[in-house]
């Protein structure tokens, strides 16, 4: 029998809230009953521009994703096989890994002014130490016997990297992509909510100013309902990959 | 009731009365019947997949049977009881990673709620006998399978059972080690007077270490036969496994262990 | 050769990244406009924090990260520890968790602010509110996975109910619950950060916004590297307490 007791205290809390608030006279600036936000998810959905915040928070989330872990996965990969450069950027990656990237959002909005190009870099920041210590953590799981295959053919640096080593880190290299995706889409909301003019975070904050509550929790809605998808979406590649390697 | 050779006392403490086991539609244990005597050492043995480890597991209290009964000193069991320890295969997982020895076996004392003035006492005598005195302050994971094991046998003991459940406890061991602890077995089962269970699937082991032979068969699993082992006390490594009874026997039961063909 | 101690080597490798920073500003390879010297920095921190207001926004950030740390922190591990133990309630309540787990806990701000207005009672719910979900998935997931054998260690010792918790469930989720306070940590100071920018309460993100609108870097920068060892130093203390309980590993 599958376990329906989680849906049934889903359905009792959104009927709880529903029943709290529906009194007709009962005007809120801050809270809005779940029928009121389904309404407000149905026209930001059918008018088209919930997709259009949507598409505008997620292609930066996906640069900054892709540029920070692109460099993470180069800078990970490099410090492990060259034992020099990893016990050098050890430190400074400790000192500047714990600062929090939405504090970088005023510098960068003076260096690059709001837009897209700030909150991609802001995400590329936040995205960019967990990316290197994922790699790294990767690399330390590759069979010693495989560096020792690889020394013994003589490969080449770049041969031991791209036969031997890569290919051993993509399962890693997904879990570290879920794990950084997750990072990259809430930096990107945040910089929006904070101050970036666009997406997602911009229309939530312009509708709690507005004293328009269900159009604001229809937006957190379909935030979280896109970190949701995306972790599914990566969970699922996660496990194609996990049964195509015990297969084989 | 088969009378015990070497005149140890001749009560039964646990009794299986028709006793079946069920899990789903899966029939376990068909009608078993026997009776353990008190202060001996008893080995289920039997293929796999016979129910030896539900024999062991209705004893502990840890599940019911469907029907029948499980008697234990007198009493239908229903739960574990502390009187009744249970010595686990995976002594890593059994052992709580966090405590060192010394705690792990107090985790016993605490549990019966011994005061704490007697507890060092009576911790520093049971890691004397399993021989891990000088290993007082380590954590599981710095001991070897050996030696966890020990720990775990000492716990078992501090809380003074009367009966010592064994799930195959050497079986993850290497063949050395292996021997040395059926010995240290013996000598502790003598020294604590406990009646000892022990399920394994290896036919020497239970006739080095035991008493009699409760043999079960399987699909579904079934009492077999019942086997005194008439072996001379004590028992000794090189000796004993070459005593005639001792091949005479190995021969015999070879079968039960290894399926239905003879 | 003789092996040179880890953290004699890190600092080595900051100071260099120090000494680069400064030949960089001091050779003016980047416009003193985006990026200000090393010293102007040190200066900068050194004045604020002995005659300016640095010292209490310093405090006042770090008081809100460790309010709302410890708050969530207890409240994550009772709450965890209940859903974790009471079956019925890990199998009602514990996938209904798992449905704010993607929520980006900045999201609930203006959600915060409409209940609460631009108040420090706002700041420390969104941060007591955001940052619970790590401690709490974490505890919840900590007493739930307890190797099933220890279970029936517990059973054959007759341990009570509470004893079982004490003794056996709630160190088997230690590792977990440190590990999910560590995020919670690090959640907190960003919340912290990102609450003081929107609502311009005194703090360190309020510097940083405000420096900004300034042009003063050095003071931008300030905030920046006080903000960076305040995360550093929360870690590495969490990291310490995490090596010294979990010493048996």
């Given at each position: 029998?599958p376990n329906l007791a989680p849906f049934v205290v889903v359905a009792a809390l959104?009927?709880?809230?529903?029943?709290?608030?529906?009194?007709?006279?009962?005007?809120?600036?801050?809270?809005?009953?779940?029928?009121?936000?389904?309404?407000?998810?149905?026209?930001?959905?059918?008018?088209?521009?919930?997709?259009?915040?949507?598409?505008?928070?997620?292609?930066?989330?996906?640069?900054?994703?892709?540029?920070?872990?692109?460099?993470?996965?180069?800078?990970?990969?490099?410090?492990?096989?060259?034992?020099?450069?990893?016990?050098?950027?050890?430190?400074?990656?400790?000192?500047?890994?714990?600062?929090?990237?939405?504090?970088?959002?005023?510098?960068?909005?003076?260096?690059?002014?709001?837009?897209?190009?700030?909150?991609?870099?802001?995400?590329?920041?936040?995205?960019?130490?967990?990316?290197?210590?994922?790699?790294?953590?990767?690399?330390?799981?590759?069979?010693?016997?495989?560096?020792?295959?690889?020394?013994?053919?003589?490969?080449?640096?770049?041969?031991?990297?791209?036969?031997?080593?890569?290919?051993?880190?993509?399962?890693?290299?997904?879990?570290?992509?879920?794990?950084?995706?997750?990072?990259?889409?809430?930096?990107?909301?945040?910089?929006?909510?904070?101050?970036?003019?666009?997406?997602?975070?911009?229309?939530?904050?312009?509708?709690?100013?507005?004293?328009?509550?269900?159009?604001?929790?229809?937006?957190?809605?379909?935030?979280?309902?896109?970190?949701?998808?995306?972790?599914?979406?990566?969970?699922?590649?996660?496990?194609?990959?996990?049964?195509?390697?015990?297969?084989? | 009731?088969?009378?015990?050779?070497?005149?140890?006392?001749?009560?039964?403490?646990?009794?299986?009365?028709?006793?079946?086991?069920?899990?789903?539609?899966?029939?376990?244990?068909?009608?078993?019947?026997?009776?353990?005597?008190?202060?001996?050492?008893?080995?289920?043995?039997?293929?796999?997949?016979?129910?030896?480890?539900?024999?062991?597991?209705?004893?502990?209290?840890?599940?019911?049977?469907?029907?029948?009964?499980?008697?234990?000193?007198?009493?239908?069991?229903?739960?574990?009881?502390?009187?009744?320890?249970?010595?686990?295969?995976?002594?890593?997982?059994?052992?709580?990673?966090?405590?060192?020895?010394?705690?792990?076996?107090?985790?016993?004392?605490?549990?019966?709620?011994?005061?704490?003035?007697?507890?060092?006492?009576?911790?520093?005598?049971?890691?004397?006998?399993?021989?891990?005195?000088?290993?007082?302050?380590?954590?599981?994971?710095?001991?070897?399978?050996?030696?966890?094991?020990?720990?775990?046998?000492?716990?078992?003991?501090?809380?003074?059972?009367?009966?010592?459940?064994?799930?195959?406890?050497?079986?993850?061991?290497?063949?050395?080690?292996?021997?040395?602890?059926?010995?240290?077995?013996?000598?502790?089962?003598?020294?604590?007077?406990?009646?000892?269970?022990?399920?394994?699937?290896?036919?020497?082991?239970?006739?080095?270490?035991?008493?009699?032979?409760?043999?079960?068969?399987?699909?579904?699993?079934r009492l077999s036969r019942i086997v005194d082992i008439p072996l001379p006390w004590?028992?000794?490594?090189?000796?004993?496994?070459?005593?005639?009874?001792?091949?005479?026997?190995?021969?015999?039961?070879?079968?039960?262990?290894?399926?239905?063909?003879? | 050769?003789?092996?040179?101690?880890?953290?004699?080597?890190?600092?080595?490798?900051?100071?260099?990244?120090?000494?680069?920073?400064?030949?960089?500003?001091?050779?003016?390879?980047?416009?003193?406009?985006?990026?200000?010297?090393?010293?102007?920095?040190?200066?900068?921190?050194?004045?604020?924090?002995?005659?300016?207001?640095?010292?209490?926004?310093?405090?006042?950030?770090?008081?809100?990260?460790?309010?709302?740390?410890?708050?969530?922190?207890?409240?994550?591990?009772?709450?965890?520890?209940?859903?974790?133990?009471?079956?019925?309630?890990?199998?009602?309540?514990?996938?209904?968790?798992?449905?704010?787990?993607?929520?980006?806990?900045?999201?609930?701000?203006?959600?915060?602010?409409?209940?609460?207005?631009?108040?420090?009672?706002?700041?420390?719910?969104?941060?007591?509110?955001?940052?619970?979900?790590?401690?709490?998935?974490?505890?919840?997931?900590?007493?739930?996975?307890?190797?099933?054998?220890?279970?029936?260690?517990?059973?054959?010792?007759?341990?009570?109910?509470?004893?079982?918790?004490?003794?056996?469930?709630?160190?088997?989720?230690?590792?977990?619950?440190?590990?999910?306070?560590?995020?919670?940590?690090?959640?907190?100071?960003?919340?912290?950060?990102?609450?003081?920018?929107?609502?311009?309460?005194?703090?360190?993100?309020?510097?940083?916004?405000?420096?900004?609108?300034?042009?003063?870097?050095?003071?931008?920068?300030?905030?920046?590297?006080?903000?960076?060892?305040?995360?550093?130093?929360?870690?590495?203390?969490?990291?310490?307490?995490?090596?010294?309980?979990?010493?048996?590993?």
């Amino acid at each position: 029998m599958p376990n329906l007791a989680p849906f049934v205290v889903v359905a009792a809390l959104l009927l709880g809230w529903q029943f709290a608030l529906s009194d007709p006279t009962f005007v809120s600036d801050t809270l809005a009953p779940p029928s009121a936000v389904l309404f407000a998810l149905w026209k930001i959905a059918t008018n088209g521009e919930v997709f259009r915040e949507i598409a505008e928070t997620v292609i930066s989330a996906v640069l900054g994703l892709a540029l920070g872990a692109g460099l993470g996965v180069v800078v990970g990969i490099v410090s492990s096989m060259a034992k020099p450069i990893g016990v050098a950027i050890r430190g400074p990656v400790e000192i500047l890994r714990p600062l929090p990237a939405i504090a970088l959002v005023p510098l960068m909005t003076i260096t690059f002014g709001l837009g897209l190009k700030m909150e991609v870099y802001v995400v590329a920041f936040a995205v960019f130490w967990p990316a290197i210590i994922l790699t790294q953590q990767a690399v330390r799981q590759i069979e010693v016997q495989l560096i020792e295959v690889s020394a013994a053919l003589e490969l080449s640096a770049f041969d031991r990297t791209w036969k031997i080593i890569l290919p051993s880190i993509v399962p890693y290299l997904i879990v570290m992509l879920r794990f950084t995706a997750a990072i990259a889409l809430l930096i990107a909301v945040t910089v929006e909510l904070v101050s970036n003019p666009r997406g997602l975070g911009r229309e939530m904050m312009l509708a709690g100013e507005a004293f328009d509550p269900a159009r604001m929790l229809a937006y957190l809605v379909v935030i979280t309902a896109i970190g949701w998808c995306l972790n599914w979406a990566l969970l699922s590649t996660e496990s194609l990959f996990l049964r195509r390697r015990t297969r084989s | 009731m088969t009378a015990i050779a070497d005149g140890r006392p001749k009560d039964a403490i646990i009794e299986f009365d028709h006793v079946n086991f069920s899990y789903g539609a899966n029939l376990i244990l068909s009608d078993v019947s026997f009776s353990v005597v008190e202060q001996t050492i008893n080995c289920v043995i039997g293929p796999s997949g016979c129910g030896k480890t539900t024999v062991l597991r209705l004893i502990g209290g840890f599940i019911q049977a469907r029907s029948g009964k499980v008697i234990v000193a007198n009493r239908e069991r229903t739960k574990p009881t502390r009187d009744v320890a249970v010595v686990f295969q995976d002594y890593s997982r059994a052992l709580l990673p966090w405590r060192d020895v010394y705690a792990n076996v107090s985790l016993a004392l605490e549990a019966g709620k011994v005061p704490r003035a007697e507890r060092k006492d009576r911790i520093e005598e049971m890691l004397s006998l399993v021989g891990l005195k000088d290993h007082i302050r380590k954590f599981p994971n710095q001991l070897s399978g050996g030696m966890q094991q020990r720990l775990q046998i000492a716990r078992c003991l501090a809380q003074s059972p009367k009966i010592l459940l064994m799930d195959e406890p050497f079986g993850a061991l290497d063949a050395m080690t292996r021997q040395i602890l059926q010995d240290e077995l013996l000598r502790i089962q003598e020294a604590q007077k406990v009646t000892v269970l022990f399920v394994t699937h290896d036919l020497e082991e239970a006739l080095y270490v035991g008493n009699r032979i409760v043999a079960l068969a399987a699909n579904p699993g079934r009492l077999s036969r019942i086997v005194d082992i008439p072996l001379p006390w004590p028992r000794n490594q090189l000796t004993t496994r070459e005593h005639p009874d001792f091949l005479r026997m190995r021969r015999d039961l070879f079968d039960l262990t290894h399926g239905h063909q003879v | 050769m003789k092996r040179v101690p880890g953290w004699i080597v890190d600092v080595i490798s900051v100071g260099f990244l120090l000494l680069i920073w400064h030949v960089i500003t001091y050779l003016n390879l980047v416009p003193r406009t985006f990026v200000p010297s090393p010293i102007a920095v040190y200066g900068k921190i050194v004045t604020g924090l002995i005659e300016g207001m640095l010292l209490e926004q310093t405090t006042n950030t770090v008081l809100s990260m460790l309010f709302g740390w410890l708050t969530c922190s207890l409240l994550g591990i009772v709450v965890g520890c209940i859903i974790g133990i009471w079956p019925f309630a890990r199998r009602a309540i514990a996938p209904v968790l798992e449905i704010f787990r993607p929520m980006p806990p900045a999201a609930v701000i203006p959600v915060a602010i409409a209940i609460f207005g631009l108040t420090r009672e706002m700041s420390l719910a969104v941060i007591v509110f955001g940052a619970v979900w790590p401690a709490l998935l974490a505890t919840v997931h900590g007493f739930s996975s307890i190797e099933p054998r220890l279970q029936e260690v517990g059973r054959a010792l007759e341990i009570s109910p509470f004893s079982f918790i004490w003794k056996i469930a709630l160190p088997n989720a230690t590792p977990d619950i440190i590990a999910g306070m560590r995020l919670s940590m690090v959640i907190s100071l960003v919340l912290a950060v990102i609450t003081d920018m929107i609502t311009g309460q005194i703090g360190l993100g309020s510097l940083v916004v405000l420096a900004s609108r300034t042009f003063d870097m050095a003071g931008l920068f300030a905030g920046l590297v006080l903000l960076s060892l305040i995360g550093f130093i929360s870690n590495g203390l969490l990291q310490l307490a995490e090596r010294r309980l979990l010493l048996y590993r």
